[in-house]
């Protein structure tokens, strides 16, 4: 079992439609989550951190995070076509390292 | 202000060489980090430095690779006698503080191609 786990995809959602990307992770003594868009031969760039349970906004963000059932999502808002990209869920399990799933590639059709 | 750079951003090396991959992370962050992404993978964590200390060289593929960040800014990444499962672009990412809770920014990454 993979530590940290995405769909692959694609997933594909029109303009305007909210795009739901999830992620589940392995440790249960997580402590930090984010997720991170990496354009195509880009690297990634941070989106959004979130360290307790709930949700949090940002924009047409909002991530969420649930830690009894070890999952973490991201909801994409009014998705826009320039919001296609990999999005990567990584996990900081207490130590120095941070473990990345292999992301979700999304498609936003205009 | 600057980000995170690295160099070369393209490197093609004969298998048997030897390469160095360079990274300067933003100026003041603590902690910086190396990683290894193949092409549709996530990034793979290499090592980690706290300063000019090497905290965490658990990713580390084999001992052809090998860090150090002297100075505790520029960090320089080798990977000796290179071989074709060594292809992969080579991320950095710097991070302000240490801790769990530090949120890493990536440079643009080195893609290495050996032949």
């Known amino acids: 079992q993979k530590e940290v786990e995405q769909n692959s995809g694609p997933l594909s959602v029109p303009e305007g439609a909210i795009a739901s990307l999830n992620c589940t992770y392995s440790d249960r003594g997580s402590q930090s989550f984010f997720w991170y868009r990496q354009y195509s031969g880009k690297s990634p760039e941070l989106i959004m951190s979130?360290?307790?349970?709930g949700d949090k906004e940002d924009g047409r963000f909002t991530a969420q995070l649930n830690k009894a059932s070890q999952y973490v999502s991201l909801l994409i808002r009014d998705s826009q076509p320039s919001d296609s990209a990999t999005y990567l869920c990584a996990v900081n399990t207490g130590g120095f390292k941070t473990i990345f799933g292999a992301g979700t590639r999304l498609f936003v059709k205009a | 202000g600057a980000g995170v750079s690295q160099s070369p951003r393209y490197k093609v090396a004969k298998r048997g060489q030897d390469v160095a991959l360079r990274c300067d992370p933003i100026?003041?962050?603590?902690?910086l980090f190396w990683y290894q992404q193949a092409l549709g993978q996530g990034p793979e964590f290499l090592t980690y430095?706290?300063?000019?200390?090497?905290?965490?060289k658990s990713g580390l593929p084999s001992d052809r690779f090998f860090a150090e960040r002297p100075e505790g800014s520029v960090s320089t990444l080798k990977i000796q006698r290179t071989q074709q499962e060594d292809s992969a672009v080579y991320l950095c990412a710097s991070s302000l503080t240490a801790g769990v809770y530090n949120e890493q920014f990536f440079g643009p990454g080195t893609r290495l191609t050996v032949l």
């Open positions: 430095f706290q300063n000019e200390a090497q905290l965490d």
């Open positions: 100026s003041g962050h603590v902690s």
């Open positions: 979130i360290y307790s349970n």
